[in-house]
């Protein structure tokens, strides 16, 4: 049997034999929406709460929108909004453009088209989120986990604050969408420090969100900011837009997370002997930083002693200095664990946490661009081409191995039952 698999801008081919025990796990097929501007366009117009009409009066009007890592539609998302708030006669010098980069780098203006229409961008002052730009940063005070409020100061000084994004799985925060856009993405790093400290939680995982105390207090951040107002679509797994949602980011989150299962959460009944991965593709396997989100989620299906085989290009290598950094002196698992404890919770090194504790129980293949060097500094195993790896991976083993092949991870919900 031959299965593509996304990665990057393209896809790999992986041919697996007959008479192996084979499953394919995959979000389910569901047509993208025929009009899908048009579907953004009437979630705006009829709003799960308080319409945009409502704050007509608002002299100033700030956008959260999603950075390069996110597959976000903003050329779909976009026009809909700033045409409502146009008509509701905001001024386009009254409307800024927060790009949401949480802990990643800010991204340079001459990134900016990567992300954005050009006709927006030469309309709207756009501008990249850092945060470590302390002058930057306003202090709210703090959520009932404990979680110091930081964050950009000009977004939360709006008369009109908005969440753009789309609603799909997480690995730690349970589902991505509503207010997390700005509650993490235009927060301080010590906010995000210690709100991504809580996904040592057994509950902070992958499809949980009511009772996910790190999620929960990302809602927490998110009105203390005073977020009014959230648009968000739920893709497909070609990233096309099935339907979308806009009005209060609470409500937006419960009519969304349902219609998100319907397409991520699959049932399966028994652990894999090998689980072969796509963080699905561009920008999911931008960098490992992000692909590590599909290993999680392939974790899941794979018995101990198993292997994962992920399928991530990573053309921008780790994507995160901090976790290289914490790496550069590590030769085992069991390191990581003892230096994370030694050293604290942070982020970017919590990638090193997250992937070791999968490590210790599995083995992991990377297939990606990145020199062998570099990945086997992350204690993966590197390997260039996913055919080899296969083979070696499946040298030895029998026709009753179990085989699963997850062609979108990362948009994958998996439910052992």
Do not use: W
Request: hydrophobic share 40%.
């Amino acid at each position: 049997m031959k299965i593509n698999l996304p990665y990057g801008k393209k896809f790999l081919e992986l041919a697996i034999p007959e008479g192996y025990n084979l499953d394919i796990i995959a979000p389910s097929d569901v047509a993208p929406a025929a009009a899908p501007m048009e579907v953004v366009r009437r979630a705006i117009l009829s709003p799960l709460g308080p319409s945009l009409a409502d704050f007509s009066k608002a002299r100033s009007v700030s956008i959260a929108v999603n950075d390069k890592t996110r597959p976000v539609p903003h050329d779909l998302l976009l026009p809909p909004l700033l045409q409502e708030l146009e008509r509701i006669g905001t001024p386009a010098n009254a409307i800024t453009l927060f790009v949401a980069t949480g802990t990643h780098q800010p991204m340079p203006p001459a990134d900016f088209p990567r992300i954005l229409p050009p006709e927006i961008i030469a309309k709207y002052t756009v501008v990249s989120h850092n945060c470590d730009d302390l002058d930057n940063l306003v202090e709210l005070g703090v959520t009932q986990y404990g979680t110091n409020v930081l964050v950009n100061k000009l977004y939360y000084q709006s008369d009109l604050r908005i969440v753009i994004g789309d609603i799909e799985p997480h690995h730690f925060a349970g589902f991505s969408g509503g207010v997390k856009s700005a509650a993490i993405g235009l927060t301080g790093r010590e906010t995000i420090n210690h709100n991504h400290e809580m996904l040592v939680d057994k509950n902070a995982t992958i499809g949980e969100y009511d009772q996910n105390p790190l999620r929960q207090d990302i809602e927490q951040i998110g009105k203390m900011i005073g977020i009014q107002f959230a648009v968000n679509a739920v893709l497909n797994g070609g990233k096309q837009i099935v339907s979308a949602f806009a009005g209060d980011p609470l409500a937006v989150m419960q009519a969304g997370i349902p219609e998100a299962r319907k397409i991520c959460q699959t049932y399966i009944r028994h652990r894999f002997d090998i689980v072969v991965a796509s963080a699905g593709g561009h920008p999911k396997d931008i960098n490992f930083y992000q692909s590590q989100k599909a290993l999680t989620h392939s974790a899941l299906l794979t018995r101990d002693g198993g292997t994962v085989i992920l399928v991530a290009a990573c053309p921008e290598g780790s994507g995160s200095q901090p976790y290289e950094s914490f790496m550069q002196d590590i030769h085992s698992f069991p390191e990581v664990f003892e230096k994370f404890k030694r050293e604290g919770f942070r982020v970017g090194p919590h990638k090193a946490f997250q992937v070791a504790r999968e490590g210790v129980r599995i083995q992991i293949v990377l297939v990606s661009e990145m020199d062998a060097g570099s990945v086997s500094r992350l204690l993966l195993t590197p390997a260039n081409d996913l055919q080899d790896a296969f083979t070696k991976v499946r040298g030895g083993l029998t026709p009753e191995t179990q085989i699963a092949v997850m062609p979108r991870a990362t948009n994958t919900i998996p439910i052992i039952r």
